[in-house]
């Protein structure tokens, strides 16, 4: 079995403090910057899974890094370097408290919404008749509210202006910025033979400028469709050929556990823990056309310090 990073505890120079949220370990650092670890947890229905899962940090990290660098020019973001496979370095910016989330396609917890009846999503109202899989006639925004802990919740665009959340002048923007994201990475991913059918963006400010922080068009925040037999597969009622984390959350489901109050995580074998291990290197070869490196595992906490402490001299 490969060797996970599940927990870090640096001390980091000029640390002044850190925030280790459901898959992500945030160091805040002196003159405005934060050091993101991306850990080899994996979280389903808001609940972090108790195995770590091999080279998951390093995958969610190079496919972030490659999709900042690909958007820059539509939206400017956070990232400076990444001294480690499984670190970026970058500015520290205030978000926003929510979560710009684009759909494409009815599927995932829309889907299982609409199956069981609703026909609204976040103060949009949906056709009857749809299909698990169909594509919307355009891109819909779902935002949910960003919780410190807990569950995010799904919030209107009506709501989060009314409350004071984000101001509308700002929320226009977002709104402008997570079109044209969404359009790139739709482009990118039919180059590579998918489709990407959902994802969420989540945005900061820092000296009164929009930033796009965090990760984008990663298996945790996006869900992706095999382009070849999409169309057949929609005919015939079959579920997609995807590349995203759904499948973690199916085989959860299956095994029922949903996140709820009294639910037992089934157990993570080695052999489970690899083969989630396989499916998230092979999406990151197949969204960026790029053969996976592994990065040396004996020691992954140690090689991380030391890269950090190296960037940061």
Known sequence: MNKTLTTTNFQLPGQTGVYHGKVRDVYFLEQGLVAMVASDRISAFDV???????YKGQVLNQIATYFLEATKDIVPNWLISTPDPMVSLGHRCEPFKVEMVIRGYLTGSAWRAYKAG???ICGITLPDGMREDEAFPTPIITPTTKADE???ENISREEIIAQGIVTEEDYKQ???YTYALFARGQEMARERGLILVDTKYEF????GKIYLIDEIHTPDSSRYFYADGY??????GQPQKQLSKEFVRQWLIEQGFQGREGDQVPEMTPEYCQSVSERYIELY??????????ADSEDIAQRIER???EALR
Do not use: M
Request: glycine share 10%; proline share 8%.
């Open 48 to 54: 972090v899974l108790p195995e770590g899962i091999p």
């Open 118 to 120: 609703e026909r609204s």
């Open 150 to 152: 807990g569950h995010d």
């Open 174 to 176: 977002l709104e402008q």
């Open 204 to 207: 900061g400010k820092k000296d």
């Open 231 to 236: 169309a057949e597969r929609f005919k015939s």
């Open 285 to 294: 070869e197949q969204v960026t056309g790029r053969p996976f490196v592994k």
């Open 307 to 309: 890269n950090l402490r």
